[in-house]
């Protein structure tokens, strides 16, 4: 096992912890690298030092960078903008498109309950 192959578990890990909070992505690069470092690579403590903040900042980086891209990027009033995966918030119909006599079924139904909350 090599540096590149390092890397890329961390960074791999990083993307994929880091997609709700990122910096749980580069808690996992501070944690794993230096183990994996000093098994496979070498056991000098300026080395492993080194590599351990450089794959925490990497880590850090891809899993913020796979957080933006899941969430949408912030706009303006730090509303979030158009997601690239949807399906993940509250509003997000996941995908379905209803057909017309669903939507307006669903539009009776909105109204239908608007009247028994109203009275």
């Known amino acids: 096992m090599n540096l590149c192959t ?7 890990l990083g993307a994929i912890l880091g997609i709700k909070k ?15 470092f000093y098994f496979a690579v070498s056991s000098r403590i300026i080395p492993l030092v080194i590599v351990t903040l450089f794959c925490f900042l990497f880590a850090y980086a891809t899993g913020l960078i796979s957080a933006t891209i ?5 706009g303006k009033g730090h509303k ?3 997601t690239y995966v949807s399906g993940f918030g509250v509003h997000h119909p ?3 498109i209803l057909s017309n006599g669903e939507r307006k079924d ?14």
């Open 70 to 74: 899941l969430s949408g990027l912030k």
């Open 22 to 36: 990122p910096w749980l992505g580069g808690t996992s690069g501070l944690i794993i690298a230096p183990l994996l």
């Open 80 to 82: 979030a903008g158009t």
């Open 94 to 96: 996941g995908g379905i």
């Open 6 to 12: 390092i890397l890329f578990i961390v960074g791999l």
């Open 106 to 119: 669903l539009r009776y139904k909105n109204i239908r309950r608007e009247v028994v909350i109203s009275y």
